[in-house]
Structure formats: C-alpha cells, structure tokens
C-alpha cells in the first residue's frame, strides 16, 4: 500500500432480496391477485361484477380468467341467463389453499423486512 | 455506489410488495362487497312494507293475513326485484353465508340480554314489576334498540359508520314515542312502526331510483363479439 493511501476496504455483502421465488406466479400479478382476493370473499360471482369491483376491463379479465382456470384455481361456468351470456367463477379449493399460502408469504416477508 | 443502486431497487420492489398486499386485504374487500350490495335501496323498500303491515296489523287484527302472505313473499319479492332490476347493473354475486347458529343465536341474545336489561330498569323506575301497559308503552324503545343492534351489526359487515344514523334514528324516536302519553299504550307501538316503516320505505325509494339512473344496465359479451370488436 502506498504511505498515506487509503486502505483498501471490501464492499460489505448486500443483504439478500427476499426470497421472490416463494411467490406463485400465477397468483402474483396484479390483476389475478384482485381476481383471486375477490373470489375468495364469496362464494361465486360472475364476470360483470368482477369488472365492476376490479375495474379490470373484458379482455383483461378474460385472459386473465383463462390462466387461473388452467391452472386449477377457478372453475369458469357459462350459460345463458334470459337469452345472455353468463360467466360465473368460483374458486377451487386448491385456489383457495393457494391464495392462503400466498397472503402467508406475504405476511412473512413483511416480518423478514 | 453499488450499495446505494442495491438500496434503490429495493426500495421500489418493497412498494411493488406493499401495493400488492393492499390489493389482498381481503377484510376491506369483503366490506365493500356488502356496502355495495346495498346501494340499491331494495332491503330498505321491503323492510318498510313490513313496517308497515306490522303496524297495520297491530292497529287492525284483520291485517294479520296480509301481514303472513307479506312475510312468505317478501323474499320472492326481493329476489324478483333483484333479477330484474340489480343484477344487470351490477353483476352477480353469491355471498359467503353466516353459520344460522351462530347468526339466530346472536340476534335472540341481545334480544334477551336488551329485553332483560329495560325490563329490571322498568322495574327500579316503578318500584314494582312493570304492568303490561308500561311494558307497552316502552315497545318503541325497545325495538328502537333492536334497530340500533341490527345497524351496529351493518356497520361492522359494511365498514360504514353511516348506516349507524339508521340506529341513531330509530332510538331517538323510539324514546320521543314512549315518553309522549299517547291515549293508549298500543298506539305508540302502532305508531312507531309506521313512521319507521315510511322512512324505511321512502329513503329505499330514493335510494333505488338513484341507483337505477347511476348504474346502466351492462351485457356481458362473449369472445366472438369481443374479437369482432362488437363491445355495445
């Protein structure tokens, strides 16, 4: 080292990010999560009030509706109501399990923070 | 540098967390729900047409018969009117249900405890067990209380602290209608439900024609229509 130099000192290891792969992807994504928050609070409901309490357009919610339900959180049931088209959706029991486990990581990240 | 770069991303990933976790107060969530589920006004309308047999029954036995059929079909009714007029406009929902247990043996409670509790006062007020025309005449405030329970109940489901001016109301006219000396014990009573039960009528009237005229009526549409571009 030279004289009067300045010592050398090791960049102090950065804590850790918590740990993100704990989060279901499906589930962490704005617009599945206020779907899933949604449908956990009742029992069923159909599209148009889901559009009407997310905010969440149609198309947005359709999409989105069609990966939850593939991966076995909602089950989708269309039939028509006085000549209408009517979408209900209702959580499976999986979702539910998973949606809990969700709000549970959640909760422990904040802890950890 | 490369801390205060680390420190920076953290920051806005923490924020991205917390406005998701906001998204899944499920509490505030379900409180909305059940606020929204009463905007329209129709619990309100029936809870009046009930009032208000219940008084005409009381003032006229005859009405007891009308006062029976309105009881079976006011369920009907509201389920009708919700068909027709609510759901198109807000959608459909099925609400999780209370355990009836618990639900039945809460109200029977505090209408016991409430019961029990007016009559020891009637009892320390008079010196001696109250007669049944004093027991008649302190029926408004005591159905003024059981308003006032039922709101308190509302509030804690719907988070709104204004559907406790309902419970304000119904006891300060409760108390207004057994302090007056009405020419009969019974008139009181008779009277009160009336009241309630035009308040009740007319404020779920407006309610719901407010509700009609700031809600359209919405279609759901299905994919082919979406893909076309047809969203009318």
Same mark, same amino acid.
């Given at each position: 080292?030279?004289?009067g130099?300045h ?12 740990d ?6 499906t589930i ?7 779907m899933?928050?949604h ?5 069923? +409901? ?7 309490q997310?905010?969440l357009?149609?198309g947005?919610?359709s999409s989105h ?5 593939e +991966?076995?959180y909602?089950?989708v049931?269309?039939?028509f ?5 009517n979408?209900?959706?209702s959580?499976?029991?999986?979702g ?12 422990q990240?904040f802890e950890?923070? | 540098?490369y801390?205060?770069?680390f420190k920076?991303?953290?920051v806005?990933?923490?924020?991205q967390?917390?406005?998701m976790? $906001?998204?899944?107060?499920v509490?505030k969530? @379900? @409180?909305k729900?059940h606020?929204?589920?009463m905007?329209?006004g129709?619990t309100?309308m029936?809870?009046? !047409?009930? =009032?208000?047999f219940s008084? *005409?029954?009381?003032?006229n036995p005859g009405?007891t018969v009308?006062y029976?059929?309105?009881m ?7 389920h009708c009117?919700? /068909?027709r007029?609510?759901?198109?406009r807000?959608?459909y929902? $099925?609400?999780?249900? /209370? ?7 809460g109200?029977? *409670?505090?209408f016991f405890v !409430? ?5 020891f006062? =009637?009892?320390?007020? /008079?010196?001696?067990l109250?007669?049944?025309?004093t =027991?008649y005449?302190?029926i408004p405030?005591f159905l003024?209380?059981m308003?006032l329970g039922?709101?308190?109940?509302l ?7 204004r ?12 108390l ?6 009405f020419?009969?014990?019974k ?7 009336l009241?309630m039960g035009i308040?009740f009528l007319? !404020? ?5 024609r407010?509700? =009609?005229?700031?809600h359209?009526?919405? @279609? $759901?549409i299905? $994919?082919?229509?979406? /893909?076309?571009?047809?969203?009318a």
């Amino acid at each position: 080292m030279g004289s009067g130099g300045h010592s050398i000192t090791s960049h102090p290891e950065p804590p850790a990010f918590p740990d993100a792969k704990a989060f279901d992807k499906t589930i962490h994504e704005p617009a599945r999560l206020l779907m899933m928050a949604h449908l956990y609070v009742v029992e069923s +409901a159909d599209f148009l009030f889901l559009i009407k309490q997310t905010g969440l357009t149609f198309g947005n919610l359709s999409s989105h509706m069609t990966r939850l339900e593939e +991966a076995g959180y909602i089950t989708v049931d269309k039939e028509f109501r006085d000549k209408k088209p009517n979408t209900r959706l209702s959580l499976t029991e999986s979702g539910r399990r998973a949606f809990e486990g969700y709000r549970e990581n959640m909760k422990q990240l904040f802890e950890e923070l | 540098m490369y801390s205060k770069v680390f420190k920076y991303y953290k920051v806005i990933y923490v924020a991205q967390l917390i406005r998701m976790d $906001e998204k899944i107060d499920v509490k505030k969530i @379900q @409180q909305k729900i059940h606020r929204d589920s009463m905007r329209d006004g129709v619990t309100e309308m029936l809870l009046g !047409v009930l =009032l208000l047999f219940s008084s *005409l029954m009381y003032g006229n036995p005859g009405f007891t018969v009308f006062y029976v059929f309105t009881m079976i079909l006011i369920n009907k009714a509201m389920h009708c009117i919700r /068909e027709r007029y609510i759901h198109p406009r807000t959608g459909y929902v $099925e609400l999780k249900r /209370e355990e009836p247990k618990r639900t039945v043996g809460g109200i029977f *409670l505090y209408f016991f405890v !409430v019961g029990l509790l007016m009559y020891f006062v =009637l009892y320390l007020a /008079e010196g001696a067990l109250p007669s049944s025309d004093t =027991l008649y005449r302190w029926i408004p405030t005591f159905l003024g209380l059981m308003f006032l329970g039922a709101m308190t109940y509302l509030r804690e489901k719907t988070g709104s602290t204004r559907i406790l001016a309902w419970g304000g109301y119904a006891i300060a006219v409760g108390l207004i209608f057994s302090i007056y000396g009405f020419a009969s014990p019974k008139d009181g009573m008779t009277l009160y439900m009336l009241l309630m039960g035009i308040s009740f009528l007319v !404020v779920g009237f407006i309610k719901f024609r407010s509700f =009609l005229t700031t809600h359209p009526v919405i @279609q $759901e549409i299905d $994919e082919q229509q979406w /893909e076309a571009g047809d969203t009318a």
